[in-house]
Structure formats: structure tokens, C-alpha cells
């Protein structure tokens, strides 16, 4: 086969739409609720459901999933929140949508992914939050992230944009940090042309004051 051909069947940007994607493109049509509606609040429930997660949110995009997180984690002007050097550039523009600061810590090159040596060589006395990328769909290393962040009274948000499926501690990534977010944009593993997931639960603790 020659590398032209192998490209053309490799394709990993080019969303797999087909006639059941067409039929319920119709039916959300038919029904007038092309916003919110049935259709998204079982979108919800099904996501929750193999997330392993209590609730889930429908956001218009991960970016404005990102930005609630931070908002409902109480961040903002005066702090600092560790990102990934090597990321999409929204996990770091969002940190600014806050007004607060993206500090941007370096990633294990085998991974890509951040990891809790990198992140502690970034902390400020201003850091409130760290965003943690599982890169490509890689599961970032949580456990020793999650021991650094609870010394200090850091939110964890992960950004699992890539990551839906990917599993960590035999449990879909997501679940272990403070609040997590997914994308659906037609590059992603699932899509829904443009659009974002988020779980809030233990952030929204957190902006009640009982940090984790
Ligand atoms: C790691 C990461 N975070 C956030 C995003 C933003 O996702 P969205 O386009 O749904 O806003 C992307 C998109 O590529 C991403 O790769």
C-alpha cells in the first residue's frame, strides 16, 4: 500500500458519520430543540453513566467547560494555576478568561503529560489550581498529583478533552481530580460536531470552602 493510501484510510481528523448519525440529526430537528432540550439531558445521563461520574454538565465547547471549572473553583485575579508547556492553547486561555495567571510547567517527554515533579517546580504562593491534560488521550499520573496539590490546598481540574475512554486506577480519567472536562469537537474520540462535558461535584465543594 503506498503512503498516500495509508493516510487516506488513517484519518484522524475526519469524524466516522453515517446514516444512525443522520437519523438522529432528524429526529433532534423534528423535535424544534436544536439547543437544550431531551436529546442533551440524556446526553448527561448517558455520559455520567460511562464516566463512572454522579452528574455531568453539557457545556457549548471544553474551552467553556474549562472557564466554568475555574469560576466555580473561586479562581481568579491575583492567582496563579499551573498548566501543561504543551497543551491546546485553551486549557492556558481559559485560565486568563478568570483573569488569573497560567504558569506553565514542563511535561515527562514519554508521556507529554504533566507530571506531580513538574507541577511542584511551578508552584507560586499565589497557586490555587493546577489543570492537568491527559495529552492525546494518555492518562495523566494523578496519584502523586493529587498527594502535591492536597499539602498545598490546590484544585485539581483535568483536562481530559482527548481522553474519552481513557481509564486510569481502572477507572475512566475524570474521576479522580476535583473537576474534569471533555470535548466533542469533530477531532475527538466522540463528537457532536462542537461541544463540552464537565463534572463540577467536588469543585463546587471547594468554592463552598471545604477544600479537599
Ligand atoms: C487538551 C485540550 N483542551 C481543550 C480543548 C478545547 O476543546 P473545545 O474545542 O471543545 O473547546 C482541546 C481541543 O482540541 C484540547 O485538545
Known amino acids: 500500500m503506498s503512503t498516500e493510501a495509508a493516510l487516506a484510510r488513517i484519518s484522524v481528523l475526519k469524524p466516522w458519520l453515517g446514516e444512525e448519525e443522520a437519523r438522529a440529526l432528524a429526529e433532534v430537528l423534528a423535535s424544534g430543540w436544536i439547543t437544550q432540550g431531551a436529546k442533551v439531558k440524556q446526553f448527561e445521563a448517558d455520559f455520567s453513566a460511562a464516566q463512572e461520574v454522579p452528574h455531568a454538565v453539557a457545556t457549548s465547547s471544553c474551552t467553556t ?21 504543551l497543551a491546546f492553547i485553551a486549557t492556558a486561555n481559559a485560565v486568563t478568561y478568570v483573569g ?5 510547567c514542563d511535561v515527562d517527554p514519554a508521556t ?5 515533579e513538574t507541577i511542584r517546580a511551578a508552584l507560586t ?15 495523566v499520573d494523578l496519584d502523586p498529583i493529587r498527594e502535591l496539590c492536597d499539602r498545598h490546598g490546590i484544585t485539581i481540574i483535568e483536562d481530559a478533552a482527548c481522553a474519552i ?3 486510569y ?25 462542537e461541544g463540552g462535558m464537565e463534572r463540577v461535584m467536588t469543585c463546587i465543594r471547594a468554592a463552598a470552602g471545604a477544600r479537599p
Open 100 to 104: 488569573a495567571r497560567p504558569v506553565f
Open 165 to 167: 475512554g481513557s481509564r
Open 65 to 85: 467547560a474549562l472557564h466554568l471549572a475555574l469560576v466555580v473553583a473561586g479562581i481568579g485575579a491575583g492567582d496563579d494555576v499551573v498548566v501543561p508547556s
Open 112 to 116: 507529554g503529560n504533566v507530571t506531580a
Open 169 to 193: 486506577r481502572d477507572r475512566p480519567v475524570g474521576t479522580w481530580a476535583d473537576a474534569a472536562v471533555w470535548s466533542f469537537h469533530e477531532g475527538k474520540i466522540l463528537t457532536t460536531g
Open 125 to 139: 504562593p499565589d497557586t490555587r489550581a493546577v489543570i492537568v491534560v491527559d495529552q492525546g488521550g494518555v492518562p
